[in-house]
């Protein structure tokens, strides 16, 4: 049963930008850590950018910090990735995911994820 769908992904020159997007399906997210990870081939999965559920609330990794920007539309049941200024380094599978307990890229206590939209940036 799938409760998570990323969409947006593609193919971008560096420098350009991606808007990436995670939609709750059947699911509302109260109070859950609402979270983004990316995973380069040959790469561990890692943390990119998380937002408390309701709050204003986010974190991000050092490397994206100033370039990539997460928000999130209740309404809509969705949290977005706006990505600027993407570098090569930035390509990989990225996955919504979400955890009530934890913290950020807790992976043990992710609940529900995504299927992951690939993001591909040529130097």
């Known amino acids: 049963q799938v409760h998570l769908v990323e969409s947006g992904g593609g193919s971008v020159q560096a420098g350009g930008s991606l808007r990436l997007s995670c939609t709750g399906l059947?699911?509302?997210?109260?109070?859950?850590?609402i979270q983004w990870f990316r995973q380069a081939p040959g790469k561990e999965r890692e943390g990119v950018a998380c937002?408390?559920?309701?709050?204003?609330?986010?974190r991000y990794t050092d490397s994206v910090k100033g370039r990539f920007t997460i928000s999130q539309d209740k309404a809509k049941n969705t949290v977005d990735l706006q990505m600027n200024s993407l570098k090569h380094e930035d390509t990989a599978m990225y996955y919504c995911?979400?955890?009530?307990?934890?913290?950020?890229?807790?992976?043990?206590?992710?609940?529900?994820w995504g299927q992951g939209t690939q993001v591909t940036v040529s130097s």
């Open positions: 937002i408390y559920d309701g709050s204003t609330w986010t």
């Open positions: 995911a979400a955890g009530r307990y934890g913290g950020c890229w807790a992976t043990a206590y992710i609940d529900y």
């Open positions: 059947g699911h509302t997210y109260n109070n859950y850590y």
